[in-house]
């Protein structure tokens, strides 16, 4: 529930924003302004969700041999999300209008929301690696081909998208895509992930 849930919050309240480009501003932005408080609350959500699903897949990842690992970096996953939304950060790309395209001297909430975020970008395609190699051990060929396919597109698509919102560069224009791209390709993998658990006998 947790992606489709993320998704469908930050796509609609960015679209009943009149100034909000979603191909070049991050989701994170719309924390700003009279209704930031939706995607806030969005953030809090999704992560209280993602750290319930690294508890409920502790059993799947235990009986395909990831031990502790994989299911604390699900909650630490959450716990970024949560933290992204208690903190809000500063205007970037021009948004909200009559900002500059970067802050000079970052705030602390901005430093403490680049925080807590960096799990999300980091410890999801972590867990998509250490699976992979699960999977494949348990010759799950096509799950292991998947998962690290996903680690690899979070990865690029996280490093493209940190290029474009660093402003000046050609990708800048797209910068809010490419990051969307990154979290659909982690969350997408984590849905079916929780949907293979519930569905494979090996689950239970």
């Known amino acids: 529930m947790a992606g489709p849930l993320f998704f469908a919050i930050f796509l609609i309240a960015g679209a009943l924003r009149p100034d909000y480009d979603p ?4 989701v994170s932005s719309l924390e700003l302004g009279p209704t930031g408080w939706v995607q806030s609350l969005n953030f809090i959500l999704t992560g209280t969700l993602v750290v319930l699903f690294g508890i409920g897949i502790r059993s799947t990842v235990r009986k ?5 690992t994989v299911p604390i970096l699900f909650m630490l996953v959450g716990a970024g999300l949560i933290g992204a939304g208690l903190f809000a950060p500063d205007p970037l790309s021009g948004y909200p209008p009559g900002t500059p395209p970067a802050a000079v001297s970052p705030s602390l909430h901005r430093v403490l929301h680049d925080l807590f975020s960096t799990p999300v970008f980091t410890a999801l395609p972590a867990a998509c690696i250490i699976l992979a190699r699960r999977f494949a051990k348990r010759r ?6 998947y998962s690290a396919l996903s680690a690899a597109m979070m990865i690029i698509l996280f490093v493209m998208s940190s290029i474009a919102f660093a402003q000046g560069s050609p990708l800048t224009p797209i910068g809010g895509l490419l990051q969307r791209l990154t979290l659909a390709a982690g969350f997408l993998w984590m849905a079916l992930l929780g949907l293979w658990s519930l569905m494979t006998p090996t689950s239970r």
């Open 64 to 68: 395909l041999g990831g031990g502790r």
């Open 140 to 145: 799950r060929i096509g799950w292991a081909i």
């Open 23 to 26: 191909l070049r501003h991050p």
